[in-house]
């Protein structure tokens, strides 16, 4: 079970992504936005796949916990003590309340606010709110709610929308949305990541499975700039061309999203790494870290950055990656051969970063 929980946290997170894309999108103008059919049965079995899905990590705590004949009694304490079982039990109330809402096509306010609420009981079970209940409900909840929002409207209107009309007004409001969600996430992002690592750490975290997911994570958010940047382009594109069509440029940008998307739900199945020193006499590095930079990792230890020319190259293979995701909307390029750049960014920016690291 344990293995299957980065997937049920993914998939968890990009039913929300759809419903709040759905709720958010009820707020814009018909004019402002492609055409959307969204099927009721979609939206009842997304909020229905949430409950289910959202139970995983709550079962496999209370089969750790449970002994032989106790497992009802560990599940009761589980759900009614243990912030992952209340979080549970408050998120699938409010589902309900939701599904019930969209079953009888509802207000769009009521649908917001379970839904809302929803997304708190998510924020409670964080790590950062197991440490700092308010300051880390706050910022997780945040986080999660801007992310989704700016995958949710994605989802839509890049892969469910009928037809390429409204493009130049939906694309008008929707790219100063966009930096708006990319701040308030970068914020959030950083405030939780000082909830579990200290900034002097960030680097000695890298021999962790978590330090390399997180860098991963950071990483992949360089591309998602830069199809930003390529989007905030296309409003006036599609005004200069009417035969230009920029769905794929938007569906491209939803993948890496989604990438990233992958990336957070393995991170919130990691302990993390308070004391990193203490968490490798624990855990040990991540499996493949010593075989990669050829070195052993042993406690107490500092992780140094000593930039070498195999590491030098392959960060300036990535910088060129990078712009060629620029260049492909230039030279009017498949967005997909854009995406394919953004990915061999990441990677080469990646094993660059990993060459460079001294273990003292």
């Not at 103008?29 to 049965?41: A, C, F, N």
């Not at 992958?262 to 993390?272: A, H, S, Y």
């Not at 392959?314 to 492909?328: A, E, H, K, R, T």
Request: aromatic share 14%.
């Amino acid at each position: 079970m344990e293995q299957l929980i980065p997937l049920t946290q993914y998939v968890s997170y990009m039913l929300f992504s759809y419903l709040v894309g759905y709720v958010f999108l009820q707020y814009i103008p018909v004019s402002s936005k492609p055409e959307l059919r969204i099927s009721k049965p979609s939206l009842l079995i997304s909020v229905l796949g949430i409950i289910i899905l959202t139970s995983i990590p709550v079962i496999e705590v209370i089969l750790f916990f449970s002994t032989e004949g106790l497992f009802s009694l560990t599940a009761y304490s589980i759900l009614t003590e243990f912030q992952v079982g209340i979080s549970w039990l408050y998120g699938s109330f409010f589902a309900v309340l939701l599904w019930m809402t969209i079953y009888v096509s509802g207000s769009k306010y009521l649908q917001s606010i379970f839904l809302i609420l929803m997304i708190l009981s998510i924020g409670y079970s964080s790590h950062a709110s197991t440490l700092n209940l308010w300051p880390g409900l706050v910022s997780h909840s945040v986080h999660f709610l801007v992310v989704t929002i700016w995958v949710g409207v994605l989802l839509h209107v890049g892969w469910i929308a009928k037809n390429n009309e409204n493009w130049y007004n939906f694309l008008k409001w929707f790219t100063p949305l966009t930096i708006g969600l990319f701040l308030i996430t970068t914020i959030t992002g950083v405030l939780l990541m000082l909830f579990v690592l200290e900034p002097e750490d960030y680097l000695n975290s890298w021999v962790l499975s978590y330090g390399q997911l997180l860098l991963l994570k950071h990483l992949s958010i360089i591309p998602i700039l830069a199809f930003a940047l390529v989007n905030g382009f296309l409003a006036k594109k599609v005004k200069e061309d009417s035969h230009f069509n920029p769905l794929k440029w938007v569906q491209a940008e939803t993948i890496i999203l989604m990438i990233v998307f992958f990336i957070t739900g393995v991170l919130g199945t990691l302990p993390p790494p308070h004391q990193v020193n203490a968490t490798i006499i624990q855990e040990g590095p991540a499996f493949w870290i010593q075989a990669l930079i050829s070195q052993e990792v042993i406690a107490p230890f500092t992780v140094h950055i000593s930039a070498g020319f195999e590491s030098l190259l392959l960060l300036f293979i990535g910088l060129i990656f990078l712009c060629m995701i620029i260049l492909s909307f230039r030279k009017k390029i498949s967005p997909f051969i854009a995406l394919i750049f953004g990915i061999a960014f990441i990677v080469a920016t990646y094993l660059g970063l990993m060459f460079s690291i001294v273990i003292k």
